[in-house]
């Protein structure tokens, strides 16, 4: 294997089945107590290790997962005068934006990227209101199907995350109620772009990849990168730094990053889950040993995300 260190260097090994697992989430739909808790047990292998793994069988309507694609797309391709008429407000409110980042070296780059964040209706957050674009009477209600089916999701995640944990399916449920939560769409434009090495402020990432691959994880076993290979009707679903912190370093928030080459477009659609703004975050009862200290003390989705936002430059 490559082993490649190098965090500049765009050359990634490819992934299989063993390096980020496949798991079907059919269980959390039925009644099958063994087929749940064996569900469980791959969802604790994968974020003890990496915290990175596809799902399937999730119920989402493939309809609605191209359709999404087809607005980010229609969006895009829209006039920089209709865009720029839903241009987001800074530093990271909803709408429209043209985006730069951190390169693969750790430096910053150019603005090309063009992004589209959208969120439920509700005042949580600092985000501001959804900005829609005029032109387009359909994207927004594609748009808040989606935003609405991976909520659903997410939160049968996190009941998949309760039974990993040795904890009641439905210990979460109110860390799910009116939670931060984001949609952004992201175009990588033909000539080629980059976002450098970094790790999710919240507690899940559901991401929606098209076939132009890019995503790039780092592995601890092999002490390389490895690509995330899109996989037709999957999410890619990753815990973040919240879980990590949560789970007292248990389950890892991992490294990743996205090298796309020239050639043509990227369209991706990562769905950022924090939680429930003031929800009580200390370490959990599964987590801890008797007598044993927890690595961090306690906080809250909106205190964590506000601290990791500053410690990266936001």
Same mark, same amino acid.
Not at 119 to 134: H, I, Q
């Given at each position: 294997?490559?082993?490649? @260190?190098?965090?500049?260097?765009?050359?990634?090994?490819?992934?299989? +089945?063993?390096?980020?697992?496949? *798991?079907?989430?059919?269980?959390?739909?039925?009644?099958?107590?063994?087929?749940?808790?064996?569900?469980?047990?791959? *969802?604790?292998?994968?974020?003890?290790?990496?915290?990175?793994?596809?799902?399937?069988? =999730? +119920?989402?309507?493939?309809?609605?997962?191209?359709?999404?694609?087809?607005?980010?797309?229609?969006?895009?391709?829209?006039?920089?005068?209709?865009?720029?008429?839903?241009?987001?407000?800074?530093?990271?409110?909803?709408?429209?934006?043209?985006?730069?980042? @951190?390169?693969?070296?750790?430096?910053?780059?150019?603005?090309?990227?063009?992004?589209?964040?959208?969120?439920?209706?509700?005042?949580?957050?600092?985000?501001?209101?959804?900005?829609?674009?005029?032109?387009?009477?359909?994207?927004?209600?594609?748009?808040?199907?989606?935003?609405?089916?991976?909520?659903?999701?997410?939160?049968?995640?996190?009941?998949?995350?309760?039974?990993?944990?040795?904890? !009641?399916?439905?210990?979460?449920?109110?860390?799910?109620?009116?939670?931060?939560?984001?949609?952004?769409?992201?175009?990588?434009?033909?000539?080629?772009?980059?976002?450098?090495? =970094?790790?999710?402020?919240?507690?899940?990432?559901?991401?929606?990849?098209?076939?132009?691959?890019?995503?790039?994880?780092?592995?601890?076993?092999?002490?390389?990168? *490895?690509?995330?290979?899109?996989?037709?009707?999957?999410?890619?679903?990753?815990?973040?730094?919240?879980?990590?912190?949560?789970?007292?370093?248990?389950?890892?928030?991992? !490294?990743?990053?996205?090298?796309?080459?020239?050639?043509?477009?990227?369209?991706?659609?990562?769905?950022?889950?924090?939680?429930?703004?003031?929800?009580? *975050?200390?370490?959990?009862?599964?987590?801890?040993?008797?007598?044993?200290?927890?690595?961090?003390?306690?906080?809250?989705?909106?205190?964590?995300?506000?601290?990791?936002? @500053?410690?990266?430059?936001?």
């Amino acid at each position: 294997m490559l082993k490649n @260190r190098n965090a500049a260097d765009p050359r990634a090994d490819r992934v299989d +089945r063993e390096t980020l697992p496949i *798991i079907d989430l059919s269980p959390l739909f039925g009644d099958d107590r063994a087929a749940r808790q064996d569900m469980a047990r791959d *969802i604790r292998d994968a974020c003890v290790r990496s915290g990175f793994f596809y799902v399937v069988g =999730h +119920r989402v309507q493939a309809d609605l997962m191209s359709g999404i694609m087809d607005a980010g797309r229609a969006l895009f391709a829209l006039g920089a005068d209709e865009k720029q008429a839903i241009a987001s407000p800074p530093p990271f409110g909803r709408g429209y934006a043209m985006m730069g980042g @951190r390169a693969l070296s750790g430096g910053a780059y150019k603005a090309v990227k063009e992004e589209f964040y959208a969120g439920r209706d509700y005042p949580v957050d600092e985000t501001g209101p959804n900005l829609w674009p005029a032109a387009l009477p359909e994207f927004r209600v594609t748009v808040e199907r989606y935003i609405e089916a991976m909520h659903e999701l997410a939160e049968r995640l996190m009941v998949g995350v309760a039974l990993s944990l040795d904890l !009641p399916e439905y210990h979460f449920a109110a860390f799910c109620d009116q939670p931060l939560a984001l949609l952004r769409l992201v175009r990588y434009p033909e000539e080629g772009a980059e976002a450098g090495a =970094h790790t999710d402020f919240g507690a899940l990432t559901l991401l929606l990849q098209d076939g132009a691959g890019g995503l790039q994880v780092f592995d601890r076993e092999t002490d390389g990168w *490895i690509h995330a290979t899109p996989i037709s009707g999957s999410f890619v679903v990753n815990v973040g730094d919240l879980i990590e912190r949560w789970t007292n370093k248990l389950y890892r928030s991992t !490294p990743h990053r996205v090298v796309h080459p020239p050639g043509v477009a990227r369209l991706s659609v990562p769905f950022f889950f924090t939680g429930a703004a003031d929800y009580p *975050i200390a370490c959990l009862p599964t987590c801890v040993k008797d007598g044993e200290t927890p690595i961090y003390p306690p906080t809250t989705p909106r205190l964590h995300e506000s601290e990791r936002r @500053r410690a990266q430059g936001f």
